[in-house]
């Protein structure tokens, strides 16, 4: 279903959308169809999952994930930086709900089986989720949404060797027990229905057109980061050659 609703629409829009998103290691190789199922050149980080996650439950709204919320000098009380957490819309609010509704139904059963990977504490039916693998199961991911946090796990080998049996499940069961955590004693809460969506058992109707129209959305897009990206591998490179240290281990001359 991922790659027959990918091949119906504009796979241009797709990376610029992502690029949108700060998916920082996009390649102009990734404009391909294939990303529907996860076949980037380079990835994705799990905070870029868990931040696109965050964004379908604010109903298409992306905000960028940070750890800082205020920087404060000590002494004079002076407030040094604020994070303004600006945000811009990225998918239309029905898109975003009719996402998440469908990743419930993965999350309860129908394509992970561990059950540990949900938070027991907390209504199964209000937990969206996606399992993630790569080739020859080197990496194992789990990724979650709730109204209330989006977190994203990932599992691999430092010997970049397949995983076995019990460490490709690794991940859903890290899952398990953080969410355990982090909705103890939370209310249980659905994801926000928007006015736009009708739903009458498992269909949808949506009786309002929505445009994604956001005078702020960058213009950056994902050929102009893979070109910052080499810009950024050439300098570091260029430091590297340039150090003596580096130049007398190797036996290089400048």
Do not use: C
């Not at 059950?115 to 209000?126: D, F, G, H, I, V």
């Not at 949404?145 to 691999?156: E, L």
């Not at 926000?192 to 498992?202: A, L, T, Y």
């Not at 702020?216 to 050439?234: F, G, L, M, N, P």
């Amino acid at each position: 279903p991922a790659l027959r609703a990918a091949m119906m629409s504009d796979i241009g829009n797709t990376t610029n959308k992502l690029a949108d998103m700060e998916f920082r290691n996009l390649h102009p190789y990734d404009e391909n169809y294939i990303i529907a199922l996860g076949g980037f050149t380079y990835g994705a980080t799990t905070t870029e999952m868990a931040s696109a996650y965050s964004t379908l439950v604010n109903q298409g709204e992306f905000t960028k994930a940070t750890n800082v919320n205020k920087v404060i000098n000590t002494y004079t009380n002076d407030t040094i930086y604020e994070n303004d957490k600006k945000s811009k819309q990225i998918y239309t609010p029905s898109s975003s709900y009719m996402t998440l509704d469908m990743m419930k139904s993965s999350a309860v059963g129908e394509t992970i089986t561990a059950k540990p990977a949900l938070a027991t504490n907390y209504p199964e039916k209000y937990q969206a989720a996606k399992t993630g693998t790569t080739d020859h199961y080197k990496d194992a991911y789990f990724v979650v949404a709730t109204h209330y946090y989006s977190n994203a796990v990932w599992i691999g080998r430092e010997d970049n060797e397949s995983l076995n049996d019990s460490q490709q499940k690794l991940a859903m069961l890290v899952n398990g027990s953080i969410q355990q955590v982090l909705l103890k004693d939370k209310e249980p809460i659905d994801f926000k229905k928007p006015d736009s969506v009708e739903k009458s058992g498992q269909d949808f109707t949506v009786i309002k057109k929505e445009e994604v129209n956001n005078k702020s959305k960058s213009e950056t897009h994902y050929k102009d980061i893979e070109s910052k990206r080499r810009s950024e591998i050439v300098k570091v490179n260029k430091i590297r050659l340039d150090s003596e240290d580096y130049r007398i281990i190797y036996g290089l001359t400048k």
